[in-house]
């Protein structure tokens, strides 16, 4: 197809910076500006700026759980946004999330008549497994994410350990390998942007600093970090490392790194929304630390490589896939001995780091706007399959399910009495008003509205 119109769904998206927000973002950056055009669709967050994009951002209603699980909680069923494009002319839907945002696809999709490919970025047993108690209760739900992504005419993953991973959880159909890219590009920006942004810590000429920038979480390795650098630390070793990012773990991680006594070593950077200023910590670090088994797909590695930074990396690891160690990367085990040791043997060779950083730039590194384009070929297929009538029929219970779940949303959306659902909820408790309220209405348009469901 010369043009595409590709509808992008995500359950995080500015202000909320992660991973696959970041991926959204420059799905949506790149085709607008190269295959077409685009739109976001994401949950409602109240300090949103979506004027600063090039393409509309949608946003449907969300209840406000970060005191209970740290971010807003998209409410796939929006009767207002059902009604603001339903006449937006969309090719395809893209959902990059397997939860909110594919049960809205799997609604668009029955009022557009459009296919839905989806995303796995993310190993979502972890964070079920974080996020619940009882094993029953996360069997349950993993079972329910997984007919969620089966209801889907098209799955992709962002690397064969994320389709692994979905092969454990129980999807036994195809998928499609679509690797992510990387919004830097190859080089180093100006020495004076790297001492204007790294010149406020104790980084003295000569010492060598590690990096690692991500979610502060534990499961990401950061314990393995922290253990191996204790060690070099009694050892007398010569070394700073500096963490740049956030999230739940921060607290905890700030903690047990003054346990350990290395908070004269180690140093940690809020989280940095300016792509530039985080380039900088790329090329003033002489490692990039990463040892975590479960990203899928490790952009932060490719970032790293953009700016010829050779990453630490655990061997087998998703992070580790199109990696070779000592040639493109270094592999350990995921052990803070195996950290250790490789960083003993690292830290006194140098033009080893600087021979592995260069080739880690030059065969790791994928740019957005390569990624994007073999996106955008997938994107043709994948509308071709759908109008010729190759996907299996979407008639099962679940998918019963969405179309009454869409059907009401179009009455509701035509409705004037019930113009209060159009607008998103600030909280749960606004949320339970509102129900309270519908529940005392006793009318006959209320008594419609429940045929559907």
């Not at 740019?367 to 071709?384: K, P």
Request: aromatic share 8%; with cysteine.
């Amino acid at each position: 197809m010369d043009k595409l119109n590709v509808c992008l769904m995500n359950d995080s998206f500015p202000p909320v910076i992660d991973g696959v927000a970041t991926a959204v973002c420059n799905y949506a950056r790149i085709i607008t500006q190269r295959h077409g055009r685009a739109a976001v669709m994401t949950p409602y967050y109240p300090d949103a700026d979506d004027a600063q994009y090039p393409f509309p951002v949608y946003r449907y209603p969300s209840l406000d759980l970060s005191k209970q699980v740290g971010y807003r909680a998209g409410i796939p069923f929006s009767p207002k946004l059902m009604g603001t494009v339903k006449d937006a002319g969309f090719d395809i839907i893209h959902s990059h999330c397997p939860v909110s945002s594919t049960l809205l696809a799997r609604s668009l999709r029955e009022t557009l008549d459009v296919p839905v490919v989806m995303t796995y970025h993310t190993k979502f047993d972890i964070d079920i497994a974080n996020a619940v108690q009882g094993k029953l209760v996360q069997a349950e739900m993993i079972r329910l994410l997984v007919k969620n992504i089966d209801a889907c005419d098209e799955v992709w993953t962002v690397s064969r350990g994320a389709g692994e991973n979905l092969r454990s959880l129980g999807f036994d159909k195809p998928y499609v390998i679509m690797p992510n890219g990387v919004d830097f590009p190859k080089g180093r920006v100006s020495e004076a942007l790297v001492q204007e942004v790294t010149g406020g810590l104790d980084l003295p000429a000569g010492v060598p600093v590690l990096l690692f920038v991500g979610r502060m979480m534990w499961y990401k390795g950061i314990r393995i970090i922290l253990d191996a650098l204790k060690a070099l630390d009694e050892e007398g070793r010569a070394f700073r490392m500096v963490f740049v990012g956030g999230g739940g773990d921060a607290a905890e991680i700030h903690a047990y790194a003054e346990e350990l006594s290395l908070m004269d070593k180690v140093f940690f950077v809020e989280p940095i929304r300016d792509r530039d200023r985080i380039r900088a910590w790329y090329c003033r670090a002489d490692l990039f630390l990463f040892p975590s088994t479960f990203d899928t797909n490790g952009l932060v590695v490719r970032e790293a490589a953009a700016c010829a930074l050779p990453s630490v990396l655990v061997r087998g690891s998703c992070a580790a896939e199109d990696s070779e160690d000592g040639v493109t990367s270094f592999l350990i085990e995921e052990n803070a001995a195996s950290m250790a040791a490789m960083l003993r043997r690292l830290l006194d060779e140098p033009a080893c780091i600087l021979r592995v950083g260069e080739a880690a730039q030059r065969d790791l590194y994928l740019s957005w706007e390569d990624a994007v384009a073999n996106a955008c070929d997938g994107y043709g297929a994948v509308i071709e399959n759908y109008r010729s009538g190759r996907y299996p029929r979407h008639d099962s219970p679940s998918d019963e399910i969405i179309h009454k779940l869409t059907k009401a949303m179009e009455w509701i959306d035509r409705s004037e009495l019930l113009k209060e659902l159009r607008e998103p909820p600030r909280d749960p408790e606004e949320l339970l008003a509102l129900l309270r309220r519908r529940r005392d209405t006793k009318d006959a348009s209320s008594h419609r509205l429940d045929r559907f469901l």
